[in-house]
Structure formats: structure tokens, C-alpha cells
């Protein structure tokens, strides 16, 4: 029998692929949808048996500051993110710089009433503290062009190539819980079976953790000082938590983004793996640097299995790294408990969270909750506000002054009814993919009934 990586393209799969897809369904080329604030979108349900193979998202989300010069009625037809210097005078959006943590990425499987994928969509895509990062790995890859790196809420593309098998159903949900609209495009293929998943099949999961700040008990020591690495921490009291929960499975591995406070290295804590309840960790490791099998601190790296997506040196005071179990699960029957000291002992009081992933049989429990926008937000230096000076005007600066007011004040009225418009294509486009969907898998029943 042939093994390895790359086996399923040395035999033939008795299946049917399909796509879930932001694809103007006018035939014409809006190929995106305007995901309204505050609501929750379906991008479709596929019914099963089947298995989400691939997901390919980019995404946008710009405040309107002020009036551009181009028509909103013409405008909403040309591509949703105008590549012009707001120096040209042309446009003036800005970017909502931490909608990645304000959009939640929610999956639910079969006939679940709780979701088994619950995360801030930027991180789901390890896209921390709302920076995205280049980085090529396995199952997750991020692009984005050099002019956008260093930028919180930059667009990009991102990818994930973990297998997403189901049974019954899948519902693919985005959550808005930002103020304002941003723009999606999507691509989710799948591929639909003849015949039920045995009773063995591990659905995927994802679940997102913050601790702000982790519980130190000694943050104003320095690291590495003899005073900390004298104190013993055998149970893991008080460790970060990466993953907890309960059933039957395997943990895949996470991305992990860390702000530092203190100033000296915030990597000297161990890993700690508890499996099926156990008191002391069965795997124990000799760093956080190491678990992410870096070595004598980080390096900026991607790698297929590990490697750093944002390096501290980039950022000025953050980091965000991955690493996944894809040849090395860590298998557990009844419950695991992945856990990580936030410095040696837990002396360090930083913003640590993650993203952690991992398979196992249904049903999802303890169920997934996640903390408010207000809670996901990221930690990021705050500018002083600015005293305006008063400056007698002259006649044609009141003119300037008041023609501006003007045009403003026509202005928006007309890009919010655009963007009413374009919600309205969302709304309506998602429950075309659901029957889409439907209309997919029936044709493939009936023609492997005929057969």
C-alpha cells in the first residue's frame, strides 16, 4: 500500500467537489460580499457526507473619513479598495486597523447546536494582534505586499488546508461585530462522498484564548535572575492555557502572539501537556522558544510545521509564532490540557493569545465562548491628542471651509445607501450558496442512485 504525505493522489476517491464562493452571482464582477456590522453572515451550508479541503479568504475594512472627489454611485461599481494615496486628494479612507479581532470565523458541524470553530478571523489565520505577517507553512499560508507589511489591519490573502471532514452538514459563519462593513472575498472547496463517514472520523476544531495580562507573580524581576529560576512549578497552577477540553482526539498544534512588557525575554517558560487528567504533565518541555523548536530566543522563519511569523524586532514589542503537530499528534481518550509557563514559573505578567487546533469526535464539549470585542482588541501605544490653534480666516478660506461642509454633507448619505446596497447582496448571495449547495449535492445523489 502506498503511504506518506501525498498518498491520496496515487489512488482514485470516489467523489464530487463543489465551492462556496463570493462570485458575483449577477455575472457581474462584485465579486465580493460587504459583511454588514453587527450581523452574522452565513457564506453557505453544505450538506454531507463531505470535507472541506481548502479555505481561501481576503478582506478589507476602510472608515470613510471625509468626502472624496469621485462619485459614490460610480465609485461603488470599481474595485472596493481604491489603491490612491490620500495625499493625491482623491480619496480619504483609512483602515480600521483592528477589525481582524472585531470579525469572528465560526464553523458548526452536523447537527451541533454549538459551533466547534470559534475565533477572531485574523488570528484563525494566525494573523496576530491584527499584523499580518508573509509566512508560508503547511496548513496555513498569509500573503500580503511589501508596502502593507508593519501595518495593523493591512489586507491580505489567507489560506488554511486543514481537512474539515462532516457528516450531515457544515455552516461557515462570519460575525461582524465591528461598527462599520468590511469587504470578503472567499473561495471554501469541498468535496462531497457517496457514502456516510465511519464512526471513527475527527471533525476539526479551532478555539481562540487570551490571557491580558497572564497571572505573574513577579513581573518586576528579571528574567533569567536567580531568585526566579529557583522557584519550583511542577502542576502548571496558574500556566497559560492554549487548549483544554474534553472527548476524544488529538491536538494539532496553534499560533501563539505574546506582548512583552518587562523589557528582558519573555520566552523561559515550559510547555506543559496534561492528558486525560492526569496531576503532573506527561510532556513537559525546556522552553517556549524550544516548543516552537526555535533555539537561544526566536528567529524570524517560516517553516512547514513551525516557525515565526512576526519577529519582536519587526513590531518593537510583540511576536507571533506557530507550531503544528501534523506528523507528531498529541493524542488524548478523555480530556488534554495544553499549557504554557508565561515566563519561567510563571513570574511574567504579559498578553499572551492564541489560536489552538485540534480533531476529535463529536460532540464539542465543553462548548467554545470567546470574549468580547472589547477584550480582543490588542494592546497598542496611544498618541497624545492634539489642541487644533484657532486661525482667523479669511474670506476664501470661510468659502473653502463652507463648500467643504457642503459636499460632505451630500456625500455620505450616498456611500451609506451604496453600502445598504451592496449589504443587500450579501444577504441575499448567502442564501444562494446554501441553495447552490443543496442543488449540488442532489444531482451527485441522483446520479450515484443511478448508477
Request: glycine share 6%; charged share 20%; hydrophobic share 35%.
Amino acid at each position: 500500500m502506498v503511504t506518506g504525505l501525498f498518498q491520496d493522489l496515487t489512488h482514485i476517491t470516489k467523489a464530487r467537489n463543489g465551492r462556496l464562493a463570493s462570485w458575483d452571482q449577477r455575472g457581474q464582477n462584485q465579486d465580493y460580499w460587504e459583511i454588514p456590522a453587527g450581523e452574522a453572515i452565513t457564506l453557505g451550508e453544505i450538506e454531507g457526507p463531505g470535507c472541506i479541503n481548502h479555505i481561501w479568504m481576503t478582506s478589507s475594512c476602510r472608515r470613510v473619513k471625509k468626502p472624496s472627489i469621485l462619485d459614490p454611485e460610480l465609485q461603488a461599481t470599481a474595485a472596493p479598495v481604491m489603491e490612491i494615496h490620500p495625499a493625491l486628494g482623491v480619496i480619504w479612507d483609512e483602515y480600521d486597523p483592528y477589525y481582524y479581532r472585531k470579525a469572528l470565523i465560526r464553523i458548526t458541524w452536523d447537527d451541533q447546536k454549538t459551533p466547534s470553530v470559534l475565533a477572531p478571523l485574523g488570528d484563525f489565520f494566525c494573523i496576530g494582534n491584527c499584523w499580518p505577517g508573509n509566512f508560508t507553512s503547511l496548513p496555513f499560508n498569509v500573503s500580503l505586499k511589501p508596502e502593507e507589511a508593519g501595518r495593523y489591519g493591512a489586507p491580505c490573502s489567507v489560506s488554511c488546508y486543514f481537512p474539515m471532514p462532516f457528516n450531515k452538514r457544515a455552516k461557515i459563519e462570519i460575525v461582524n461585530e465591528n461598527d462599520v462593513p468590511f469587504i470578503l472575498y472567499f473561495n471554501i472547496d469541498y468535496e462531497m462522498y457517496p457514502q456516510p463517514l465511519g464512526p471513527e472520523t475527527a471533525y476539526f476544531h479551532a478555539s481562540w484564548h487570551r490571557e491580558n495580562p497572564c497571572k505573574g507573580w513577579g513581573p518586576e524581576i528579571q528574567v533569567n535572575s536567580p531568585e526566579v529560576n529557583m522557584v519550583s512549578n511542577l502542576k502548571g497552577e496558574n500556566n497559560y492555557v492554549v487548549l483544554e477540553t474534553q472527548g476524544t482526539g488529538h491536538y494539532v498544534g496553534c499560533n501563539l502572539t505574546v506582548k512583552h512588557f518587562q523589557g528582558s525575554w519573555w520566552g523561559e517558560g515550559n510547555d506543559m501537556f496534561f492528558i486525560d487528567g492526569e496531576e503532573y504533565p506527561s510532556l513537559n518541555g525546556t522552553g517556549t522558544e524550544d516548543y516552537f523548536n526555535h533555539a537561544w530566543g526566536m528567529q524570524r522563519n517560516a517553516f512547514p510545521f513551525f516557525g515565526t511569523i512576526v519577529h519582536e524586532s519587526q513590531s518593537g514589542d510583540f511576536q507571533v509564532s506557530y507550531r503544528f503537530h501534523i506528523t507528531d499528534p498529541v493524542r488524548f481518550e478523555k480530556s488534554i490540557k495544553v499549557t504554557i509557563e508565561h515566563g519561567h514559573a510563571n513570574h511574567l505578567a504579559d498578553d499572551w493569545s492564541s489560536t489552538a487546533y485540534w480533531y476529535q469526535l463529536l460532540p464539542t464539549a465543553p462548548a467554545l465562548t470567546i470574549q468580547s470585542v472589547e477584550e480582543r482588541l490588542p494592546v497598542v501605544p496611544q498618541l497624545p491628542p492634539r489642541q487644533a490653534v484657532n486661525v482667523e480666516l479669511t474670506k476664501e478660506q470661510r468659502a473653502a471651509r463652507q463648500s467643504y461642509a457642503q459636499r460632505e454633507e451630500a456625500y455620505f448619505p450616498k456611500r451609506e445607501k451604496q453600502f445598504r446596497i451592496k449589504e443587500e447582496k450579501c444577504r441575499r448571495e448567502s442564501q444562494l450558496n446554501t441553495e447552490f449547495a443543496a442543488a449540488l449535492r442532489k444531482r451527485y445523489d441522483e446520479i450515484n442512485q443511478e448508477k
